[in-house]
T-cell receptor
Framework: DAGVTQSPTHLIKTRGQQVTLRCSPK?????VSWYQQALGQGPQFIFQYYEEEERQRGNFPDRFSGHQFPNYSSELNVNALLLGDSALYLC???????????FGPGTRLLVL | RKEVEQDPGPFNVPEGATVAFNCTYSNSASQSFFWYRQDCRKEPKLLMSVYSSGNEDGRFTAQLNRASQYISLLIRDSKLSDSATYLC??????????FGSGTRLLVRP
């Protein structure tokens, strides 16, 4: 039973570029949440997708957008990258009505 | 004020020691509480949920005090493999998890 998977594992971009990160949820899970974790900090909630809709959003600018596909996988897009977007981006999945979230290994993004 | 506050540590303890971490949260409407463990450069993993009645899982005991908005984690008989960052997490009436910045534990031989 595969857990949450994310791709790519690492990414280097320059300021102003755009990036797309991908996540496949754990088998049987239909809800995907995205978090940003800066060095030395706890993860910060970006948004959550359920039934292909953004169900809730954290305090992140519109440069951060997402999508969920019919197979429940999800993408996180970040436009106009800033140096401060350098972080570990974590995807977490959960089942309908279940509050426990299981995290993927993350994508480490470095913006130069 | 941060929504979830933790002492960043590090807590440096010998093998076999008992160590306790504390956490406070600001939103009295918080509904669910968890401790996650995060190893260096890895993803957070659920250690245990925390209930008002307190709960135990082997060497780990978690307590919740809703009146004081305080959560604790006690680790008995520390092992080298317990070295990690421990994240205090709450969920309010929404769907998002709110994380503390974590408490780092180092267990030495």
């Amino acid at each position: 039973d595969a857990g949450v998977t994310q791709s790519p594992t690492h990414l280097i971009k320059t300021r102003g570029q755009q990036v797309t990160l991908r996540c496949s949820p754990k088998s049987g899970h239909d809800t995907v949440s995205w978090y940003q974790q800066a060095l030395g900090q706890g993860p910060q909630f970006i948004f959550q997708y359920y039934e292909e809709e953004e169900r809730q959003r954290g305090n992140f600018p519109d440069r951060f957008s997402g999508h969920q596909f019919p197979n429940y996988s999800s993408e996180l897009n970040v436009n106009a990258l800033l140096l401060g977007d350098s972080a570990l981006y974590l995807c977490a999945s959960s089942g309908t009505g279940k509050e426990t979230q299981y995290f993927g290994p993350g994508t480490r993004l470095l913006v130069l | 004020r941060k929504e979830v506050e933790q002492d960043p540590g590090p807590f440096n303890v010998p093998e076999g020691a008992t160590v306790a971490f504390n956490c406070t949260y600001s939103n009295s409407a918080s509904q669910s509480f968890f401790w996650y463990r995060q190893d260096c450069r890895k993803e957070p993993k659920l250690l245990m949920s925390v209930y008002s009645s307190g709960n135990e899982d082997g060497r780990f005991t978690a307590q919740l005090n809703r009146a004081s908005q305080y959560i604790s984690l006690l680790i008995r008989d520390s092992k080298l493999s317990d070295s990690a960052t421990y994240l205090c997490v709450v969920r309010d009436s929404s769907y998002k998890l709110i994380f503390g910045s974590g408490t780092r534990l180092l267990v030495r031989p």
